[in-house]
């Protein structure tokens, strides 16, 4: 082998060595730049999440307190009401009483103590 073809062929092997370093360097620069970003963004992800779970957890304790004081109020209207209709009913059962003893007397057989008299 000639001098010359041993120069080209140790300068081609030197080439391929440089520019394969090169690249090898420049993409692990380029993962590394990446998992900064990465990082970076999951730090901020986190802490938007942290303050909407924080919002979340607030807004369902309004609404929970909210959604109790709702139900006492419409339970108390509802036994005021249940008051009001069982006082009604008792009343009408009372007076239908009345009526039955009164509507029995008038179609009841005639009185045998006291005399008629027509």
């Known amino acids: 082998m000639s ?29 590394h730049r990446m998992d900064a970003r ?19 957890d607030s807004v369902e304790e309004k609404l929970t307190a909210r959604i109790d004081g709702v139900e006492e109020k419409l339970t108390a209207r509802i036994d005021g009401v249940e008051e009001k209709l069982t006082a009604r009913i008792d009343a009408v059962a009372a007076d239908v009483t009345d009526l039955k003893i009164a509507v029995a007397r008038l179609e009841g057989p005639p009185r045998h103590l006291i005399t008629a008299t027509r």
Do not use: H, K, N, Q
Not at 38 to 56: F, P
């Open 3 to 31: 001098p010359e073809t041993l120069t080209i062929v140790i300068s081609a092997i030197g080439i391929v060595l440089t520019l394969g370093t090169s690249m090898f360097g420049g993409l692990t620069w380029v993962i």
């Open 38 to 56: 990465i990082d970076g963004v999951t730090g901020r992800i986190d802490s938007v999440e942290e303050r909407l779970t924080a919002r979340i």
